[in-house]
């Protein structure tokens, strides 16, 4: 971008001091080299405006420029030929060349995008259209209310597309009478004036509609179709359903799952056990991030907190699903070696009784006889 700058400022002079010292139209010199300023700085900027301007564009204005200037002489030269010579005709002549020049230029550029450039086997194929990446918001994940917070962190770019079919469901579940609804829509439309404010995100209202289909989400998935866009949403059968049509979507949750810390097998960890699993034996835990974990031989410590091994984790779009086990750490006696050379038993945890019994009946010598 320096070296751009550079030759820039290198162009403005070198046009200065060519008309500093040619002195144009009789112009003194300080005169002329102002003008000449003047004229380096304006070529810069249609410089500048020209590379924001499509392949397109140039080729249909260039076409239609063409067009003008050989329907400039071809007027001029019917000119010519009804006036005599002077200022007038010099003058007419002049302004039909600027104008059709000019038309042809305008009205080139304006219908430039509709020249099919592929016809020309690839040799004009380098540009391609800038493509708009429309994310297309579902209720679901506007009353959420997470998005706001993923697009304040500049993660989410593109358009976010707000379709009037699902602000009037929102406006509908704020005017529910039910005041669990009412506060679930409110708290959307909260969320909805939070975006609009971010200047992060263009957020655009699409007044785009399904008469024919009458569910929200498949109009939501034939609005993607359209637009070519992805569906946000936290909605499971949404999901499935946009993913089986081919149309692509971006699940909060699923996100959410993936920002989780990782936990493997073998790990120890400390729960508190919430209540009792549907199992036999086994307990229910939940982390801070919300994510259920299932320990066996838990079920006696409800409202304890323990240390449960994981033994196995499982990652489901619904979510993910810790499995532990508690085992019961007994501490166990220094070991005590008798004169014989035998150790003594030591006592075992969750043993049975049959086996602590077995162990304290001694054992009769090989030479004992019975009587």
Do not use: C
Not at 62 to 77: D, E, K, P, R
Request: aromatic share 6%; charged share 20%.
């Amino acid at each position: 971008m320096l070296d751009v700058i550079i030759i820039r400022i290198f162009f403005v002079l070198l046009v200065s001091v060519i008309a500093f010292f040619t002195g144009p139209f009789g112009l003194s010199r300080p005169v002329s080299g102002g003008l000449g300023v003047l004229l380096g700085v304006a070529i810069i900027l249609f410089e500048i405006r020209l590379k924001k301007v499509s392949l397109k564009r140039l080729i249909g204005a260039a076409i239609g420029s063409l067009m003008g200037i050989i329907g400039a002489y071809f007027a001029s030269a019917l000119v010519s030929r009804t006036l005599l010579a002077g200022h007038s005709k010099s003058f007419i002549e002049l302004v039909v060349l600027l104008l059709m020049g000019y038309v042809g230029l305008a009205v080139g550029a304006s219908k430039g995008e509709l020249l099919n450039l592929s016809a020309l086997g690839g040799l004009i194929g380098g540009e391609r259209p800038p493509k708009r990446d429309y994310k297309i918001l579902d209720t679901s994940v506007i009353i959420d209310g997470r998005i706001a917070d993923i697009s304040e962190t500049g993660f989410l770019d593109g358009n976010l597309v707000i379709p009037q079919f699902v602000l009037r469901e929102l406006q509908l579940v704020a005017d529910s009478a039910d005041s669990l609804k009412r506060n679930r829509g409110r708290r959307g439309l909260d969320i909805l004036q939070r975006i609009q404010k971010n200047t992060k995100i263009n957020v655009q209202i699409l007044e785009t509609d399904f008469p024919n289909i009458r569910e929200v989400d498949m109009k939501l998935i034939e609005l993607a179709k359209a637009l070519e866009g992805k569906i946000v949403t936290n909605d499971f059968n949404l999901n499935k359903v946009a993913q089986l049509q081919g149309v692509d979507v971006l699940n909060i949750n699923e996100l959410a799952n993936a920002m989780k810390p990782v936990v493997l097998p073998g790990e120890i960890m400390k729960v508190f056990i919430l209540k009792e699993g549907k199992e036999y034996n086994q307990g229910i835990a939940y982390l801070d991030d919300g994510t259920m974990v299932v320990v066996d031989n838990a079920r006696k410590l409800i409202g304890k907190t323990i240390e449960t091994s994981v033994t196995s984790v499982l990652q489901t779009t619904a979510g993910k699903m810790i499995f532990g086990k508690y085992e019961e750490r007994g501490f166990s006696r220094p070991s005590h070696t008798p004169p014989g050379g035998v150790p003594s038993p030591q006592p075992v945890p969750n043993t049975s009784q049959r086996t602590q019994e077995s162990a304290a009946t001694p054992v009769s010598p090989p030479n004992a006889v019975n009587s």
